[in-house]
């Protein structure tokens, strides 16, 4: 199912001490988690026609940016590679047909050149996008690498794919 999230609110006299008068405008900042085969406009259109419909076609809809979803089959070349680094690094890989980031992955992964992507990493980090985020520099659990590790499993990625080709 599409979401809609809220993101912000603002209306009406937010100032000191109070005011009794109706808010002469309001904003909402959404953003708009897609499913698969629902485009960017897809979307748009589906919510100005949701609001139309419960009577709020007078609603100003402002898109700000936004991207078509993108994906690469498990069984690409490039995903592949990725699981092999993982697996030779003692790790059992989780494949995640989708994750809940946003990027404009579809401008690689669509027409006109239909290739491959995805994310990859064997270092440690928490927080994304959050004022808590963080990265593992340096790591004293064998089981956690840092950013030195994390640089050599690029190296390992990149050559596993060299040698897949």
């Known amino acids: 199912t599409p979401t809609v999230n809220i993101e912000g609110l603002v ?14 405008r309001a904003v909402a900042k959404l953003d708009l988690r897609l499913v698969p085969d629902m485009t960017y406009d897809h979307a748009v259109a589906a919510l100005k026609a949701h609001l139309a ?6 609603i100003e809809v402002n898109p700000s940016g936004g991207y078509d979803p993108t994906d690469t089959p498990a069984d690409a070349p490039l995903i592949q590679a990725q699981m092999a680094v993982y697996r030779r690094g003692g790790l059992d ?16 992964t669509g027409e006109p050149l239909k290739l491959p992507a995805g994310h990859f990493g064997l270092g ?4 994304a996008h959050a004022p808590d985020e963080y990265f593992v520099i ?4 064998p089981k956690v690498m840092g950013w030195d590790g994390a640089v050599r ?6 050559y596993e794919l060299a040698t897949a080709a």
């Open 153 to 158: 499993s690029f190296v390992d990625y990149l």
């Open 138 to 141: 340096e790591s004293s659990n």
């Open 53 to 58: 419909k419960r009577g709020f076609g007078d």
């Open 93 to 108: 890989p989780i494949l995640w047909p989708r994750n809940a980031g946003s990027y404009p992955g579809y401008v690689f």
């Open 124 to 127: 440690h980090g928490s927080g």
């Open 11 to 24: 209306a009406g006299y937010t100032g000191p001490g109070g005011k009794t008068v109706l808010p002469h």
